[in-house]
């Protein structure tokens, strides 16, 4: 996101916060790329856990920082898609091993139709 560009609020219904763009659990398989946060170069083939429009929850064995930039693409294919890792999973959540990730440039990378959404008009007041 630039520094121009001004991330909207997320909304608040019953206790839960609507997000961009709705879920997929899905296991995917993939490859990343990229350096951790000891500076070291990897290559990493995984898998998703879930996805989005915007992005994903993946499984890792590497250490990474978030903010970081690594590349992500399907497993029997060559294309190359650059991500940024939006959240690090921790162990008091129980979710070591997974991080969150935002493609930097959204497309439909993964082939999943999702619906379109208009929060505004479907949220219960």
């Known amino acids: 996101m630039s520094v121009n560009e001004v991330q909207p609020p997320k909304k608040k219904v019953k206790g839960y916060i609507l997000r961009r763009s709705p879920r997929a659990m899905v296991k995917i398989p993939i490859v990343i790329r990229g350096v951790d946060k000891h500076g070291l170069s990897f290559e990493e083939q995984t898998e998703t856990f879930m996805v989005s429009k915007y992005g994903a929850r993946i499984c890792t064995v590497h250490e990474l920082e978030e903010e970081a930039i690594l590349q992500l693409r399907l497993q029997g294919s060559d294309h190359w898609t650059d991500f940024r890792v939006a959240w690090v999973g921790c162990d008091e959540a129980k979710l070591a091993g997974h991080i969150g990730v935002e493609f930097i440039q959204t497309t439909n990378f993964f082939g999943i139709?999702?619906?379109?959404?208009?929060?505004?008009?479907?949220?219960?007041?």
């Open 113 to 125: 139709p999702f619906p379109q959404e208009d929060w505004g008009a479907s949220a219960p007041q």
